[in-house]
């Protein structure tokens, strides 16, 4: 992989229209979610910090509790802001699936969560035990007491590896067994184990769950990338992949899905749908699918095993979950999908992937939903109610080769809504959106984390 410098380099030399992505990207906003890392907290450009008493707490510190003590951080004066998380380390979740593809190394997604505090955000390194929003207070695992007038809940979700019988994350890496979502480590371990089967082939089996999950393009772009590397091991032709879909979509924008369908077409990737993964003997390499027809089993050399997902236990077992819908079954959050207010407690604000809403569970949505969120929360406190609304934004740079990328912004309406028009052609595989992804992504995620948008 070149050097950044050596990048810069080469746009420059290459031609009007690199030179024109380059520039366009650094006047906009967003792209892909993403942002300038030179302009600050477009929430508090050019206003003077409120000034509150107000308790607030934040339960959870990945992307978006650390995004939503940065922007409050910068908006308010003399508020008691609290980060609750037991997580020392950072993880950068985009980056996973580069690690597993060996595009990046295992610390490449690592790092200190204390390095994104604002500062005078007081962190409260332990797990949250309790969220009582009748008496409007959060319980940590030691028993600590954290009375609140306002909450964010960004607890990120639960991988249920336990829904898969047979399933044992200590394998990963082991027996043809892949899982990129676990860890770094097991993202890494996924690559050796890929990479194994790149060098001989065999039967390769991708797909994903049932139900909400965070990044629904990672599934598929595991299975672009390993079809990659077997082209350029010159073991395409002793290999069968198969994409074992949720559904009879592949993606859940249709004209994506049926760009996807297209492409593994073109790709010889077989796809069966209505098949979700019930079971694995990983001794015997063999995988269990529920189907409409009944249970059925497939043999592997090698799968990449994505789990169910839920929202965690702490979520689930509060009385902040959606009661009924589609959201209800999983425990997601109930809160407005406009607004990411609690519907039932209005001093409660639910942001990132615990919130249940249709779209949103990628990191760049989580630079769309903080800033609404706190503006609402903002307007709360200042007595001057927000007109602000998510709309939906969700991004998938969805890798198709080693090199090439799509990019593809959407949002509740399964509109598509590019950042790029013009320069980047949301369907179209393309160098610029690979760059976005392996180069310019990480960087403006960080920024991101720091409240400057």
Same mark, same amino acid.
């Given at each position: 992989?070149?050097?950044?410098?050596?990048?810069?380099?080469?746009?420059?030399?290459?031609?009007?229209?690199?030179?024109?992505?380059?520039?366009?990207?650094?006047?906009?906003?967003?792209?892909?979610?993403?942002?300038?890392?030179?302009?600050?907290?477009?929430?508090?450009?050019?206003?003077?910090? /409120?000034?509150?008493?107000?308790?607030?707490?934040?339960?959870?510190?990945?992307?978006?509790?650390?995004?939503?003590?940065?922007?409050?951080?910068?908006?308010?004066?003399?508020?008691?802001?609290? /980060?609750?998380?037991?997580?020392?380390?950072?993880?950068?979740?985009?980056?996973?699936?580069?690690?597993?593809?060996?595009?990046?190394?295992?610390?490449?997604?690592?790092?200190?969560?204390?390095?994104?505090?604002?500062?005078?955000?007081?962190?409260?390194?332990?797990?949250?035990?309790?969220?009582?929003?009748?008496?409007?207070? /959060?319980?940590?695992?030691?028993?600590?007491?954290?009375?609140?007038?306002?909450?964010? /809940?960004?607890?990120?979700?639960?991988?249920?590896?336990?829904?898969?019988?047979?399933?044992?994350?200590?394998?990963?890496?082991?027996?043809?067994?892949?899982?990129?979502?676990?860890?770094?480590?097991?993202?890494?371990?996924?690559?050796?184990?890929?990479?194994?089967?790149?060098?001989?082939?065999?039967?390769?089996?991708?797909?994903?769950?049932?139900?909400?999950?965070?990044?629904?393009?990672?599934?598929?772009?595991?299975?672009?990338?390993?079809?990659?590397?077997?082209?350029?091991?010159?073991?395409?032709?002793?290999?069968?992949?198969?994409?074992?879909?949720?559904?009879?979509?592949?993606?859940?924008?249709?004209?994506?899905?049926?760009?996807?369908?297209?492409?593994?077409?073109?790709?010889?990737?077989?796809?069966?749908?209505?098949?979700?993964?019930?079971?694995?003997?990983?001794?015997?390499?063999?995988?269990?699918?529920?189907?409409?027809?009944?249970?059925?089993?497939?043999?592997?050399?090698?799968?990449?095993?994505?789990?169910?997902?839920?929202?965690?236990?702490?979520?689930?077992?509060?009385?902040?979950?959606?009661?009924?819908?589609?959201?209800?079954?999983?425990?997601?959050?109930?809160?407005?999908?406009?607004?990411?207010?609690?519907?039932?407690?209005?001093?409660?604000?639910?942001?990132?992937?615990?919130?249940?809403?249709?779209?949103?569970?990628?990191?760049?949505?989580?630079?769309?939903?903080?800033?609404?969120?706190?503006?609402?929360?903002?307007?709360?406190?200042?007595?001057?109610?927000?007109?602000?609304?998510?709309?939906?934004?969700?991004?998938?740079?969805?890798?198709?080769?080693?090199?090439?990328?799509?990019?593809?912004?959407?949002?509740?309406?399964?509109?598509?809504?590019?950042?790029?028009?013009?320069?980047?052609?949301?369907?179209?595989?393309?160098?610029?959106?690979?760059?976005?992804?392996?180069?310019?992504?990480?960087?403006?995620?960080?920024?991101?984390?720091?409240?400057?948008?």
């Amino acid at each position: 992989m070149p050097s950044e410098s050596r990048f810069f380099r080469t746009l420059r030399a290459a031609g009007p229209d690199r030179r024109r992505f380059l520039t366009q990207m650094a006047s906009l906003p967003v792209a892909a979610g993403m942002l300038s890392v030179t302009q600050p907290a477009q929430s508090a450009a050019g206003q003077t910090p /409120v000034k509150a008493s107000a308790r607030i707490v934040i339960a959870g510190g990945g992307a978006a509790g650390l995004t939503a003590a940065s922007h409050l951080a910068a908006r308010l004066s003399g508020a008691q802001i609290t /980060v609750v998380d037991a997580k020392a380390q950072h993880h950068y979740q985009p980056g996973f699936t580069l690690v597993a593809a060996g595009i990046k190394p295992q610390g490449y997604v690592v790092s200190d969560t204390r390095d994104y505090l604002p500062k005078g955000v007081e962190w409260v390194n332990e797990a949250v035990a309790e969220i009582d929003p009748e008496g409007n207070k /959060v319980v940590t695992a030691s028993g600590k007491v954290l009375p609140y007038d306002f909450l964010i /809940v960004a607890t990120g979700l639960e991988l249920n590896y336990a829904a898969i019988e047979g399933m044992e994350t200590a394998r990963i890496g082991e027996d043809g067994l892949g899982s990129i979502y676990h860890s770094p480590q097991a993202a890494s371990a996924t690559w050796t184990a890929m990479s194994r089967f790149a060098d001989t082939g065999g039967v390769g089996l991708f797909g994903r769950p049932a139900g909400e999950m965070k990044c629904a393009g990672a599934p598929l772009k595991y299975a672009f990338i390993t079809d990659d590397h077997l082209r350029r091991r010159n073991q395409r032709s002793k290999a069968e992949l198969i994409y074992m879909a949720q559904s009879k979509s592949l993606f859940g924008v249709p004209i994506v899905a049926e760009k996807v369908r297209m492409l593994f077409q073109d790709r010889g990737v077989k796809v069966q749908h209505d098949h979700v993964m019930q079971s694995i003997d990983l001794g015997r390499r063999v995988a269990t699918y529920k189907t409409p027809g009944g249970t059925t089993e497939q043999g592997y050399d090698f799968i990449n095993v994505v789990p169910p997902m839920r929202a965690p236990d702490v979520v689930r077992n509060s009385p902040l979950p959606w009661t009924e819908g589609p959201f209800a079954a999983d425990g997601w959050m109930e809160v407005d999908r406009g607004s990411l207010r609690h519907k039932r407690y209005p001093n409660v604000f639910g942001v990132g992937d615990v919130a249940g809403v249709p779209k949103g569970k990628t990191a760049a949505s989580v630079k769309w939903q903080v800033p609404v969120a706190v503006a609402h929360l903002m307007g709360d406190i200042s007595g001057q109610p927000s007109t602000e609304t998510y709309n939906g934004y969700t991004s998938c740079p969805l890798i198709t080769r080693l090199g090439q990328a799509m990019l593809i912004e959407f949002d509740y309406q399964d509109n598509l809504v590019p950042s790029f028009p013009g320069v980047i052609a949301p369907l179209e595989e393309l160098w610029v959106s690979w760059v976005m992804k392996t180069m310019a992504l990480k960087p403006t995620y960080l920024s991101m984390l720091r409240g400057r948008a």
